[in-house]
């Protein structure tokens, strides 16, 4: 009978994105570019947070690349407000790469400001891919309830900022705002926390804030 031998294959299967993404990244930080990862599960406020923050970076130039599945509804949206976006339709991909955006920030008339990376809905894939951004940004609801960071944990891990959406509904649903922030806090122990809603505008000052501080490290 021969004996069986079990070999180990060490090999990085994000290494051709990581190289990209590192590329893309020295690209936007030459040309004054601020760029930060959207992320956050569907429906939790991406697009209307953009919105409001975008609002804010008055003489800040913007740009957006939208990531979805299918459909450009946000892209429209953004470019009505006069600001420079583009679209990826992923056809089924569940996140953005480093490849993708290199492409499509090379259609873009980039000059120094902020450059937003809208991440498709997941809480799961965006999170493991590096993309050439400078900053990832987390959205979370508390209408998906306060269990997200126990369930999600790498999402909150890997995140620099993360803004906890629609708590004007806090009075009227079950989230238990403790429990929550202790599951933040066991993976993720310097990222602000920053209550906002993007109904009433509630909190976005803070995050634009945060966001002028981080461009001047740049």
């Known amino acids: 009978m021969e004996e069986t031998k079990e070999i180990e294959i060490m090999e990085a299967v994000y290494d051709k994105n990581d190289e990209v993404a590192a590329q893309t990244k020295d690209s936007f930080t030459q040309k004054?570019?601020?760029?930060?990862?959207?992320?956050?599960?569907?429906?939790?406020?991406?697009?209307?947070?953009?919105?409001?923050?975008?609002?804010?970076?008055?003489?800040?130039?913007?740009?957006?690349?939208?990531?979805?599945i299918e459909a450009d509804f946000d892209t429209r949206l953004l470019q009505s407000m006069g600001v420079e976006a583009i679209q990826i339709n992923t056809g089924g991909a569940c996140h953005l790469d480093s490849?993708?955006?290199?492409?499509?920030?090379?259609?873009?008339?980039?000059?120094?400001?902020?450059?937003?990376?809208?991440?498709?809905?997941?809480?799961?894939?965006?999170?493991?891919?590096?993309?050439?951004?400078?900053?990832?940004?987390?959205?979370?609801?508390?209408?998906?309830?306060s269990d997200k960071p126990y369930k999600y944990p790498l999402a909150f891990e890997k995140a620099d900022i993360i803004l906890l959406n629609k708590c004007d509904l806090i009075p009227y649903v079950d989230f238990d705002e403790e429990f929550f922030l202790k599951g933040v806090r066991a993976q993720n122990k310097t990222a602000p926390v920053i209550k906002v809603s993007a109904k009433s505008g509630e909190g976005y000052e803070e995050v634009i804030e945060w966001i002028k501080g981080k461009m001047k490290t740049l």
Not at 44 to 61: A, D, P, R
Not at 128 to 143: A, Y
């Open 32 to 68: 004054g570019i601020f760029a930060i990862n959207v992320m956050g599960a569907p429906g939790v406020g991406k697009t209307s947070s953009l919105v409001k923050i975008i609002g804010g970076l008055s003489g800040i130039t913007s740009y957006v690349i939208e990531g979805d």
């Open 99 to 145: 490849p993708l955006i290199e492409k499509a920030a090379g259609e873009l008339t980039l000059k120094p400001g902020v450059l937003f990376i809208e991440n498709i809905g997941n809480l799961v894939c965006p999170a493991e891919f590096q993309i050439g951004e400078h900053v990832k940004m987390l959205i979370s609801t508390v209408t998906e309830g």
